[in-house]
Every structure is written in C-alpha cells, then in structure tokens.
C-alpha cells in the first residue's frame, strides 16, 4: 500500500479511530472528518518495525494499540530531533503518549488536587480539568497507575538503616522545600544512556555514554542542544570523566578501551588497549596527566595521558567497578565485585599506589558496587564522607579518617529494594548548617527518589516522575539547579530545580 489514511468521524458514537499504515502525515479536512493522509516510509530500525508489525491482543484497546504504532512510526529517524519537536494536530508527543495511557472512565475521573509539594513537584500542573492534564501539560509524565487509583503511591513506613521499598510516598510534614523542582527543564533521547556527568565547575555541559558505544556532549542553557557526538567504542561505555578544564573527556568501556577524546575537535586523540573490560575511569584532581582505571581484571592502572604508557598498577581481590579520588587526589576509593570497598594511597608526583584499607560488608550477599563518590565535608561527620551503592539496593555513609590514609567508618546505612540493573546514587547539594543529609538515586520503578540520611524514619522526602523505564543515573552540574536523570531505554531528562529564598 503506498499510502494509509487515519479517519476520526465525529458520526460515530464512540468516535473510533481507523488506522492504516503508519509514517510521515497530511493533515486536511473534507466534510466535517478528520482525515490525516500518511505516507509510507521505509522503516530501517528493525526494532520499530517489529512493534508495527506485533498483533493486538484481544483485550486490548484498539486506540492504544493504533496510536502506540503511530507514534512509533513517527518518531524522528535522526538523533539530533527530540521528541518534544513532533507535533501533529498541535498536540506534541507527550500529550498524545498521556491521552495513551489515560484510565478507561477519565472523563468522570476527578483528579485529585495536587500542589507544589515535594511529592509532586516533578510534575507541571495548570489547571484541574482532565483535559488540561491529558493535552495541554506538555511536561507532565506521571504515571497511569496514579490516575487510575487517584492517590499516590501507598505510605510504606520506613527506619533507619533498614528496608524501605522506593515507591515510598514522600511524607508531606517534614518535606524538604529545597529540593522541589519546577518541572523539566530539557529532554534528550538520542540513544540508550548508561551513565551521564556534567562538566568540572561548569552549569551547562552534559555527557552521557550509551550502550552503542557513543558518548553525547550537550549544552543544556537556555537553547538545550547537541554540541558532538563522539563514537569510537564498540561495546558499552561504562564510564567517562572531564578533564579539569573540560577540554578533554577519558571514557572506558566494554570493548576492553579506553579513549581519550578533544571536545572542541570531537576527535579521538588517544586509544589505549586493555585485556579486559574497563569499567571505571577517573582523572587525577590535581595532576591531570595521571588518568586512573578500574578493569575486570581486578586492576587499578595509572596511564600517563600524554603517551597513553602504564604508569603503575595495583591489584584486588575482585574486579573493579567504581572508584573516585579525594579532593586532593591523594587517596582513591573503589568498589568491586563483591561488595568491598578499598582505600588506595597514590602519590600524586610518581602514581604509586598502595592499598591502604578495606571495608567488607557484613552482608551474605556479595553484590557488584556501582556508585562510590567523595565528597569533602559532610554536615552528618563533620568531616570527609563516602557514599557507595550496591546492586542490592544497600546504601552506605562513611566517615572518611583522612589522618589515618582514608580509613572508613560506616556512618549509617539504608537498604532499598535489590535492583536488577547497576543504578546510581549521588550526594544532594549542601542546603545549610540546619538541614540534613540527602542523596538522590535512582530506582527500577522509574521514579528518582531522595532521601535524608539524618532521619530514622520516613526516610524518603521526595520523587520525580517522568521515566517510563529503569532509572539508572543521576548527577547534579555545578551550579546544583539542575539534576540530569537517565533511564534504560536512552530517556535522558534535566529537571530544574526550584529557587528558593
């Protein structure tokens, strides 16, 4: 068929919606009907035309189903066209995606008041009618689950250093204002991010790496857009850092590589080979010709980034799978496969290294670390602290004991539910002398949580909620009013955060 029409007629009563064949679309009027004409085009993703092609089971809806595919049809074949671009009717995407996903009786449903609480300050509302939430909020992406029971999430009570499950409903007494967001800011879907960063001491610029192998540069300032699109890698990027001026970008990743790469030319300068997957990578805080990598091989190895040539290497009892330095560059600490967490003096002239200390969690379950960030005061020890995260949901806070070579002290513990994917966690900005200590991470409900470690219960002060998917990245940019978040199937969105007094 070269072409297919879709006929909305207003004469019948359910106003039933024939679809034939899918891709680019005419809109014209004849008589009253709404036809919109479709051209055929040739579908190259194999996975879109399989979703094109899948049978309508026969409980399902039949507008669901037809517009699912004509959305699927219509999404943009070039990476540099985001999905808040598309429009048809004068609708965009996320309108027609809501209108998808409405309950079966939303036209008699009322909405529950929602206001610009923590709890759903990740939503943009406007106004209460049914109509406004379905078409005309263009950024508001909550869930169908909320709209059809009216509620939120149920209140699953939750203690310190115990289990808490991550649909928790943020307590409404006790929420932390500074930590409410406007709504999103940008939203980029150029492939599948797996891990995203912004730039030392900058506001603007954003990375993420994908599972394709590319690693994306964007500017998220008042025109949000693609700056380079660096692709070398053929396997997963697993991790990547700026350099200290932000001039260069060192990644890692599956394919046993590690590449060194000029933002300003989008070239690849520098590839180093490896014998193993490379699975962390950090620059050196104070000497950036020191780039330090973790790989499977249970090595920690010191590249001189001028020549790319092994500097010194150090070796544990499991693969590395995420470390960071101290402010000083003085220390590293890095995670492995097991669940352990090691301390590593380097001398920041020569790159040696020397394991210091090792902390072995008490848990059976031996679980792959996959976040472990420093930050230099904490509010909770009064000093230097460590966050990391495991695949089993465990989050850990330590005091760091920098007089006794980064000797760790475990401050207190949250455990959420186990995750199947490697999410993330990040510390939250500093707010004041009077406030607590907050993380925010990820989770597999779709949903970004955060929480503040000061409190023994009711741990989990407010969501986002924008993701379909798995979240599996966070990171805040350095002037802490923007938060980038990143799910499983390549959604990347930059939430703003709210200002406050």
């Known amino acids: ?144 689950r909320d709209l059809r029971s009216g509620t939120l999430a149920s209140n699953h009570r939750t203690s310190f250093s115990s289990s808490i499950s991550d649909s928790d409903r943020p307590r409404r007494r006790g929420v932390e204002p500074a ?38 540069v964007c500017t998220v300032s008042e025109t949000p857009s693609v700056m380079k699109q660096l692709k070398g890698h053929s396997k997963d990027v697993t991790d990547f850092d700026f350099s200290s001026n932000n001039q260069y970008i060192a990644s890692s990743s599956m394919d046993k590589t590690v590449r060194v790469w000029e933002l300003s030319k989008g070239l690849c300068i520098r590839v180093i080979y490896g014998v193993s997957s490379q699975m962390c990578i950090r620059f050196h805080p104070v000497n950036n010709n020191f780039l330090s990598v973790g790989n499977a091989n249970k090595e920690i190895t010191v590249f001189n980034f001028s020549t790319g040539r092994i500097i010194k290497k150090s070796v544990f009892d499991s693969e590395v799978t995420s470390m960071d330095h101290d402010h000083a560059g003085q220390l590293i600490f890095c995670g492995d496969a097991q669940g352990c967490i090691y301390t590593v003096s380097m001398d920041s002239h020569t790159g040696a290294l020397s394991r210091s ?39 850990s806070f330590f005091s760091v004991a920098l007089e006794i070579q980064g000797y760790l002290t475990l401050r207190c513990s949250l455990k959420l539910t186990p995750r199947i994917h490697s999410i993330r966690a990040s510390f939250c900005p500093l707010l004041s002398l009077d406030k607590g200590e907050y993380i925010v991470a990820g989770s597999e409900d779709s949903n970004v949580y955060f929480y503040d470690l000061t409190r023994p219960r009711h741990t989990c002060v407010n969501k986002l909620q924008g993701h379909r998917f798995p979240v599996i990245g966070v990171a805040w940019n350095h002037g802490e009013n923007l938060l980038a978040s990143s799910d499983l199937y390549g959604v990347v969105i930059v939430w703003k955060r709210a200002k406050t007094s």
């Open 357 to 395: 200390h090792r902390y072995r969690s008490s848990s059976k379950q031996k679980c792959p670390v996959t976040t472990v960030q420093y930050r230099s005061f904490s509010l909770l020890a009064g000093g230097p602290v460590l966050l990391t995260c495991t695949q089993d949901g465990s989050l």
């Open 1 to 144: 068929m070269a072409e297919g029409t879709i006929t909305n007629d207003s004469s019948k009563g359910d106003g039933a919606t024939e679809i034939q064949n899918n891709n680019d679309c005419i809109n014209s009027t004849d008589n009253g009907t709404n036809r919109i004409t479709i051209k055929k085009a040739n579908v190259k993703d194999p996975e879109i035309f399989s979703c094109l092609l899948q049978p309508a089971t026969s409980d399902s809806d039949r507008d669901y189903i037809g517009i699912r595919r004509y959305l699927l049809a219509r999404k943009a074949e070039s990476g540099f066209h985001r999905r808040l671009d598309w429009r048809c009717n004068g609708k965009g995407y996320v309108a027609y995606r809501n209108y998808i996903r409405r309950p079966r009786n939303w036209e008699n449903l009322q909405l529950p008041s929602l206001s610009s609480t923590p709890g759903n300050s990740g939503r943009w509302i406007s106004t209460p009618s049914p109509l406004s939430h379905l078409f005309e909020v263009e950024s508001w992406n909550s869930s169908s």
């Open 179 to 216: 930590y409410s967001f406007v709504g999103m800011h940008c939203i980029f879907d150029q492939c599948k991010a797996a891990v995203l960063k912004f730039g030392h001491m900058s506001s603007d610029l954003l990375a993420y790496g994908a599972s394709d192998g590319t690693l994306t």
